[in-house]
């Protein structure tokens, strides 16, 4: 059974950075893409940023460009995403998600949510100003 587990989220002043950690489990195949979504509350889930397993390419959101950045440790099949500068608006519930194999979603175009097949739980992140 495949499981993603979120961790990292809290609260912080905006300026202020946070890692988010996705550890996954249960995978039976090394081709894979993982996703990090996010929702504000009465908003639509926003793709952030994905990682390819394939080729290691990547994807932003223009909304999280230059603050942002994702990177994967392959081994211990986690996704990070690393958070700086940290706004206000970048405050809702961050969803990773993963879909195989790692060509069925292609990272040179913005994601949506309804291309990935596993989630996880979510965890909250609260920038105040």
């Known amino acids: 059974e495949v499981q993603l587990v979120e961790s990292g989220g809290g609260s912080v002043q905006a300026g202020g950075s946070l890692r988010l950690s996705c550890a996954a489990s249960?995978?039976?195949?090394?081709?894979?893409?993982i996703g990090w979504f996010r929702q504000a509350p009465g908003k639509e889930r926003e793709g952030v940023s994905c990682?390819?397993?394939?080729?290691?390419?990547?994807y932003y959101s223009d909304s999280v460009k230059g603050r942002f950045t994702i990177s994967r440790d392959h081994a211990k099949r986690t996704v990070y995403l690393q958070m700086n500068s940290l706004k206000p608006e970048d405050t809702g519930v961050y969803y990773c998600?993963?879909?195989?194999?790692?060509?069925?979603?292609?990272?040179?175009?913005?994601?949506?949510?309804?291309?990935?097949?596993?989630w996880g739980q979510g965890t909250q992140v609260t920038v105040s100003s």
């Open positions: 998600a993963a879909v195989f194999p790692s060509t069925a979603i292609s990272t040179q175009q913005p994601m949506v949510p309804w291309e990935y097949d596993y």
């Open positions: 990682i390819s397993s394939h080729d290691g390419s990547t």
């Open positions: 249960g995978f039976t195949r090394d081709d894979y893409s």
